[in-house]
């Protein structure tokens, strides 16, 4: 399976940036799909993940950023609203087969993509 993120790119605070996630090499829809990012000296942390409709967020990101997925084009989407400078990061799609709970934890994902770097300044 192969995850290409991309969409990121420099913004103003209080812009928006659309990520994609290209998915290849296996059925998609099968896949739990999920957004992380890493910033300069920090930990990857939990962004956002979807299974079928249903998104799930980070604390950080609720009501600003939105999942979403379109099967029929294997890909994921991170639409990302009212972005702020701590958003700052590089973001990484990450998938895994069939359904599970714990989405949150990153070692449990089967699959990444290369990353993409978002900026954001004040």
Known sequence: VQLQAYGGGWVQAGGSLRLSCAASGHTFSNLFMGWFRQAPGKEREFVAAIWGATGNYADSVKGRFTIA????????????????????????????????????????????????????SS
């Open 69 to 120: 997925r379109d099967n029929s084009k294997n890909t994921a989407y991170l639409q990302m609203n009212s972005l702020k400078p701590e958003d700052t990061a590089v973001y990484y799609c990450a998938g895994r087969s069939g359904y599970f709970s714990s989405w949150n934890i990153d070692s449990l994902y089967h699959y990444w993509g290369s990353g993409t770097q978002v900026t954001v």
